[in-house]
């Protein structure tokens, strides 16, 4: 485990530092050296109906969102200037390709042969909520990020244990940030709003 841990440092280290241009070819290509350097092959299982079911609940969330004034206008806050490309592109390849074969598929799987699900469901969930600590110095905003983010790991190893594979997660993983900034995109399209705020990293 020790391999795909250091692995995995030196990814999160260039995903800081590399260019944005690049992460969609090198997300791909460091999770097949992770994958070759461990062992563990990716299992995409055979979970359709839960991937299936876990897109709709999501897509079914972001629509409510869209209901609620407070929710709408946080969803209005972000900034995608290339929307499709983003959703479709981007963070399938650079964000979630890594971070599921990294989480659910490598480290699930080395967890599971030796401690079992439940361990290795919390161990990278936990390890998934630290991942995604910030440069940002708030602390109120680093330890929500960390929570959010950990409870997400929680619903996306138990996605990877009832599905017998990580076709769930990643579907769920994909619509939880691709559905995301579709639903930013047409909030502001809809208000008229095209000022330039913050590019919102999926």
Same mark, same amino acid.
């Given at each position: ?112 042969? @030796?401690? *079992?699900? =439940?361990?290795? /469901?919390?161990?990278?969930? +936990?390890? #998934? &909520? !630290? ?10 905003? @680093?330890? *929500?990020? =960390?929570?959010? /983010?950990?409870?997400?790991? +929680?619903? #996306? &190893? !138990? ?44």
């Amino acid at each position: 485990m020790s391999i795909a841990l250091s692995v995995m440092v030196v990814v999160r280290i260039w995903n800081r530092t590399g260019p944005g241009w690049a992460q969609p070819i090198t997300g791909p290509l460091a999770a097949a050296l992770l994958v070759l350097l461990t062992g563990v092959p990716p299992a995409l299982g055979t979970g359709y109906g839960y991937a299936l079911t876990g897109v709709l609940v999501i897509a079914a969330c972001y629509g409510l969102a869209l209901l609620i004034p407070p929710t709408r206008r946080a969803l209005a806050a972000q900034y995608f200037p290339t929307p499709w490309r983003t959703a479709i592109l981007e963070i399938p390849l650079a964000t979630v390709v890594f971070e599921e074969i990294a989480f659910r598929g490598v480290l699930w799987t080395l967890i599971d042969r @030796q401690h *079992g699900p =439940v361990w290795a /469901t919390g161990v990278t969930a +936990v390890l #998934f &909520g !630290l991942w995604h600590i910030s440069p940002d110095p708030a602390l109120r905003s @680093q330890l *929500g990020t =960390v929570a959010f /983010t950990t409870i997400a790991g +929680v619903a #996306f &190893g !138990l996605l990877r244990d009832v599905s017998g594979g990580l076709l769930a997660p990643v579907a769920v993983h994909w619509a939880a940030n691709g559905l995301g900034v579709l639903a930013s995109t047409a909030v502001r399209a809809r208000s008229g709003d095209d000022r330039r705020g913050p590019v919102a990293n999926g």
